[in-house]
């Protein structure tokens, strides 16, 4: 977080200058992240392996309308679609490419 919080604000000229974006110098902090997790993995492995425990706080089972509302959320995503797409390219004329 801080290599973040150095390179968007107190240097952000030089990251639009280095990386060209500030996507890749996301990227490129995801990277370092990985590679710090794995050295880290490396010389300092835990003494015990992690295991998750059920505390049980939470109500694990499956819901049963899961199926009918995913059904019901894609249908309503394909409506959206259809209703912003412009459907006027799938004419004759789409189909005419034009010669070099």
């Known amino acids: 977080m801080a290599v973040i919080a150095v ?5 952000p000229g030089w990251v639009k200058a280095v990386f060209g ?9 995801f ?8 050295l ?3 010389f300092r492995p835990r003494s015990t392996p ?11 089972k499956p819901w049963k309308y899961v199926i009918p509302c995913g059904i019901a959320l894609l249908l309503v995503v394909i409506c959206i ?12 004329a789409a189909a005419v490419v034009p010669e070099d």
């Open 40 to 42: 880290v993995a490396r």
């Open 50 to 60: 992690w295991v998750h425990e059920d505390s049980g706080e939470v109500n694990l």
């Open 21 to 29: 974006g500030q996507w890749h110098f996301f990227g490129v902090v």
């Open 81 to 92: 679609y259809a209703f912003f797409a412009d459907f006027s390219v799938l004419g004759e």
């Open 31 to 38: 990277l370092l992240l990985i590679g710090l997790m794995m």
């Open 7 to 11: 390179g968007l604000f107190v240097f």
